[in-house]
């Protein structure tokens, strides 16, 4: 399998460092507020690398943190504490906002069939840990204390911009050329390890340190919990594009500081979801979750394929009108899927199965190539090839797409009608009754030539929203 690795800027042949072991972090929310579907376009992909890895058959251990105190507003230390930003919003403190907002997640990721780690970490449980990584790094001169905080010195590294290069001078002064210098800081790349009450007088979380009562950065969280569960060498770590800086060049410099040696191997950053004013957020424009979606008709799963459908390292637009492609083909796909036999006892043809395997398995292997083993699926249902092989073939490449797409196939046979009498076609739609009836209605009404009838009933269901498409194994409905 080769895998793009961020590091390298170029596809490498992935290598763990233990054979058969996988070493994998991703980068959790910050719970302060739902996620977006952009957020969640990473997990998406995230989730695919994972489940790809154990269906070729490593021992997977994926860790997550979850951000419940640390993360400013500004991703160089400036601006308040996003999760007292929505303590303050919603009136609530931020232990209750964080276990909100974190059950909020998880039942958005349980909607769009991404698997929860095997380890998940609130922020606020490794307060010790986080102490004893920057109290190394401050007794081995990598660290300082200014101000009442403790600051990391990206002037003691070989190469602080690991990602991308800048001059050297660029280090000066301050953080950024947008945000207002930090007086306190050597180095305008220097970031925070660790706050105190110098600083944020309101901060609702704070925590005894050598340095004074305060609290940690937002940078110094991944890198301890990484490697209290994973130890000191991680094959893979994730997360999306933005993240790469400052918030992944921080955790580098510290976490290989305080370890003597190289921390991880590949960087799989999975690029943005755009609408088409630009970058999607919290702050800007319609809020985008995955309970508006379904509010307004679609299923999340069917957002998964349109993710799916393009490569994790290309921008993807967001409009309604791509969506609803999406939703179109993922309904078309189940509906396929729904005509093979599901009794079919013939065996399963080992010849054609490891054919539809090998194109499967390539798609991925060249850099998680999504959007080809989506077209794997199509090409397992055109095979010339029995119904038991193509259903055991589309259920193994499923549990790595996470499509849903044989539960899905049999709730569309289970809702199918039976057929009343002289009737041939069969409706396809969401089990409602009155719906059923109407289309059987214009179906009858077509076969007797009656136009005029089956238009009016066309335009009835047209008028409740209700969008039908002719196939030769039937009609099939759906609300739009």
Request: proline share 3%; hydrophobic share 35%.
């Amino acid at each position: 399998m080769k895998l793009y690795n961020s590091l390298s800027h170029r596809k490498e042949e992935f290598v763990p460092n233990e054979p058969g072991k996988v070493k994998m972090y991703t980068c959790g929310p910050t719970v302060y507020h739902f996620a977006h579907i952009g957020n969640l376009r990473s997990y998406i992909m995230e989730d695919v690398l994972e489940k790809y890895l154990r269906y070729s058959g490593y021992d997977v251990k994926r860790v997550m943190n979850i951000t419940d105190v640390g993360h400013l507003s500004s991703d160089a230390d400036t601006g308040e504490d996003k999760m007292l930003k929505g303590a303050k919003r919603e009136h609530k403190t931020v232990m209750e906002i964080a276990k909100y907002y974190t059950d909020a997640f998880f039942a958005d990721c349980a909607k769009l069939n991404i698997k929860t780690p095997d380890v998940v970490q609130p922020a606020t449980g490794c307060i010790d840990d986080f102490i004893k990584v920057i109290s190394k790094l401050l007794d081995t001169g990598y660290a300082y204390i200014a101000g009442g905080n403790v600051y990391f010195d990206t002037s003691k590294l070989e190469r602080y911009y690991v990602f991308q290069d800048f001059d050297q001078e660029d280090l000066a002064v301050g953080v950024r050329d947008d945000v207002e210098a930090d007086q306190n800081k050597r180095n305008k790349a220097d970031f925070v390890l660790w706050f105190t009450k110098s600083k944020f007088e309101d901060q609702a979380l704070k925590w005894d340190s050598p340095w004074g009562v305060g609290y940690p950065g937002w940078h110094i969280e991944c890198s301890c919990i990484s490697m209290k569960y994973l130890g000191e060498y991680l094959d893979i770590h994730c997360g999306g594009i933005d993240n790469a800086f400052p918030h992944h060049t921080n955790e580098i410099a510290q976490s290989e500081a305080y370890l003597g040696h190289k921390w991880c191997n590949y960087w799989f950053h999975v690029h943005h979801l755009n609408t088409n004013h630009g970058k999607m957020s919290k702050s800007s424009g319609e809020f985008l979750t995955v309970s508006l979606l379904e509010e307004k008709g679609y299923d999340p799963l069917a957002y998964r394929l349109f993710c799916l459908q393009s490569h994790y390292r290309k921008t993807l637009v967001f409009s309604y009108e791509n969506l609803d492609n999406a939703a179109k083909a993922y309904r078309k796909l189940v509906d396929k899927i729904a005509a093979l036999d599901p009794k079919d006892a013939t065996p399963v043809d080992a010849e054609a199965e490891t054919a539809l395997r090998e194109k499967f398995r390539a798609a991925l292997d060249n850099d998680l190539n999504t959007a080809l083993a989506v077209t794997s699926l199509y090409d397992v249902l055109k095979a010339k090839t029995s119904d038991s092989t193509k259903l055991a073939m589309l259920g193994e490449i499923d549990s790595v797409l996470g499509l849903g797409l044989l539960p899905a196939a049999e709730k569309v046979r289970a809702a199918k009608p039976k057929a009343a009498a002289g009737q041939t076609e069969a409706v396809f739609g969401e089990g409602d009754p009155e719906i059923d009836a109407l289309v059987l209605q214009r179906q009858q009404a077509r076969k007797e030539k009656n136009w005029a009838e089956a238009d009016r009933i066309r335009d009835e269901l047209t008028s409740m929203g209700i969008t039908l498409v002719d196939t030769k194994e039937g009609v099939h409905w759906s609300r739009s």
